[in-house]
């Protein structure tokens, strides 16, 4: 691993094994194309079965209004102006999103939910990829530290995210983690050149123009250079006005980020309500109902301290420091935005949270190497370590098994509500869509009426849907 001190101030790392100039160990460095290979693999095939097994042509619920009403319908009408393109959605910009469904729809002529989910499954294996290929780089993935890498393989091909896998629209949560890995990336790898510091920012401005919470990429991003300039015990005013200029960024689309008065009676009415949702959203996917398991995140909040403390954080460090952080804004942001009564988190915000999972695993395999100055305490820490990742991967088996269940029921209702809107289309019967429930695709059966009575939407709807 790379050490970012100058050099009349480096001091010997803790483990020190025979290694080659990547520092990967001599004859074992493995080639990066079988590793990407086998990661894609993974990735692309355990999402493809989930959309061709679970989703369903027809759009659902948010897409009618976000995707047809103010999107495709002004589109195919010549009416789209260029500022519709970043236009508020609740409190959001979807900007990226925006564009990609307009391309779904050039490309395939129709409005098509499965279409969408299938496109999304690409972009969905860009950062755990992405993440692989920074390790590999550095010569992080040896020994041991292939446990990491079943992590984040783990974390990206299973169904966690169901909502997000299951609904094309979902995209934004792709989007902004690619933004972000890729903005923290550069802080660390090419921090000082200009060319970097001008694509960090069209980063994190893409990030604010994606979600709401993207105003948090220029946030860690700054946590990144500010622990690097402690690290190197130098602050360079070039540095320092980025780090302004980067906190300036992030509180100019706080002010500017769209108000939902509908949204104010999700937030944490106080204090004890916020701490407790951070908590249980924090300690996902160990147990949301048990608040004790946010101790899980000990081990990085002790180990990342001392790497701090005695200056010796890598390349891989910050990176994982800046993933840490991002992921922590997250959690707090969505305790606070969505933290009242909230006692489960929403499947779809686990996504934000695999980033944050993938560098505690990585502190907690840095533990004992960092801080196992004596023999007893390095295999107490190897032990801690191996609990620690072993009580992750049964976690993620327990909530594969569950979330598969869910997904079977989804898929249900999603079916009912095809054959609903269908009967519509057909009879041209009001009552089939007054029904209780998620029995259609669309909360109000009035609007959803309206929409579907439109001849430009009847002529882009997908066609039935077989399975």
Not at 57 to 74: I, M, N, R, T, V
Not at 100 to 117: H, K, M, P, R, V
Not at 192 to 204: N, V, Y
Not at 358 to 385: C, H, Q, S
């Amino acid at each position: 691993m790379k050490d970012l001190r100058p050099e009349s101030q480096r001091r010997p790392k803790p483990i020190t094994p025979a290694t080659t100039t990547q520092g990967q160990p001599a004859g074992t460095k493995p080639k990066w194309i079988f590793l990407f290979i086998f990661g894609a693999s993974i990735i692309v095939v355990s999402r493809w079965y989930y959309v061709e097994q679970y989703a369903v042509a027809l759009p659902f619920w948010d897409q009618w209004d976000a995707e047809w009403a103010k999107l495709l319908k002004p589109w195919t009408e010549g009416t789209l102006r260029l500022s519709d393109l970043w236009a508020a959605h609740n409190e959001h910009r979807i900007l990226p999103t925006r564009l990609l469904t307009l391309l779904c729809f050039e490309l395939s002529g129709s409005w098509n939910n499965l279409y969408e989910a299938r496109l999304n499954i690409p972009l969905s294996a860009v950062t755990p990829l992405l993440l692989l290929w920074l390790l590999y780089k550095e010569g992080e993935i040896q020994g041991v530290r292939w446990l990491l890498v079943a992590v984040i393989l783990a974390g990206a091909s299973l169904p966690f995210s169901w909502e997000n896998i299951l609904i094309g629209f979902q995209s934004q949560f792709y989007f902004i983690q690619v933004f972000t890995l890729s903005s923290l990336a550069l802080a660390v790898h090419r921090p000082d050149q200009g060319w970097s510091i001008f694509l960090i920012l069209g980063l994190s401005l893409l990030s604010m123009l994606t979600l709401a919470s993207g105003l948090l990429t220029p946030l860690a991003v700054a946590a990144v250079y500010g622990s690097r300039a402690l690290v190197q015990r130098q602050m360079t005013f070039k540095s320092m006005g980025f780090i302004l200029l980067l906190v300036l960024m992030a509180a100019l689309a706080y002010w500017t980020m769209p108000y939902n008065m509908g949204h104010q009676a999700l937030r944490a009415e106080n204090a004890t309500e916020f701490m407790e949702a951070v908590i249980r959203v924090m300690a996902w996917p160990f147990s949301e109902d048990n608040l004790r398991y946010g101790v899980m995140w000990l081990p990085a909040l002790v180990a990342l301290p001392m790497l701090l403390g005695r200056r010796l954080m890598g390349k891989t460090d910050l990176l994982m420091l800046g993933c840490l952080v991002w992921t922590a804004m997250q959690g707090m942001a969505l305790a606070y935005g969505r933290g009242h009564n909230l006692l489960h988190l929403p499947p779809r915000y686990t996504d934000f949270l695999l980033l944050g999972l993938a560098a505690n695993t990585w502190f907690v395999l840095r533990a004992p190497e960092v801080l196992g100055d004596r023999t007893g305490t390095r295999w107490g820490l190897r032990f801690a370590a191996l609990f620690f990742i072993c009580a992750l991967l049964n976690s993620y088996k327990k909530h594969t098994k569950n979330d598969h269940k869910i997904m079977r029921k989804e898929h249900e209702i999603r079916l009912i509500q095809t054959e609903n809107v269908e009967a519509y289309l057909k009879a041209g019967d009001p009552s089939v869509l007054d029904k209780p429930g998620f029995q259609i695709p669309y909360p109000d059966h009035k609007r959803l009426q309206h929409m579907l009575d439109d001849p430009g939407l009847r002529k882009v709807l997908p066609k039935k849907d077989k399975r």
